[in-house]
């Protein structure tokens, strides 16, 4: 199993309930591609962008913490590349220190 964190800008044109649907959405995907949430999803709420994107200056923001094998999140990936509510979005494989930092790994001995 690998590590990864995925931050997810959702447009600002969504109201709030719905915009937090698409943590359920994302979660639900994971699970269905063998892997685990670590923790609780993180919801930044509305944020303001540093730069306009698509004539728009801020979004809603959550970032996920996640633990799925391999290859297993490019169904996800693709599915939030062509979602017309994903501004953006972002997934890191997170190095074995900084997973173990946040202990979504075991401690080595």
Do not use: N
Not at 26 to 36: L, M
């Amino acid at each position: 199993m690998r590590t990864y964190e995925l931050m997810v800008i959702i447009d600002i044109d969504l109201d709030d309930s719905k915009a937090q649907g698409w943590i359920k959405t994302v979660t639900e995907a994971i699970g269905a591609a063998g892997g685990s949430i670590h923790g609780r999803p993180h919801w930044w709420g509305r944020t303001q962008f540093a730069y306009p994107i698509d004539h728009k200056t801020a979004g809603y923001y959550f970032v996920i913490e996640c633990l799925a094998p391999a290859g297993s999140l490019d169904e996800l990936e693709r599915s939030l590349r062509i979602a017309d509510d994903v501004v953006r979005h972002k997934l890191i494989r997170l190095p074995e220190a900084e997973a173990e930092r946040r202990g979504m790994i075991g401690q080595s001995a």
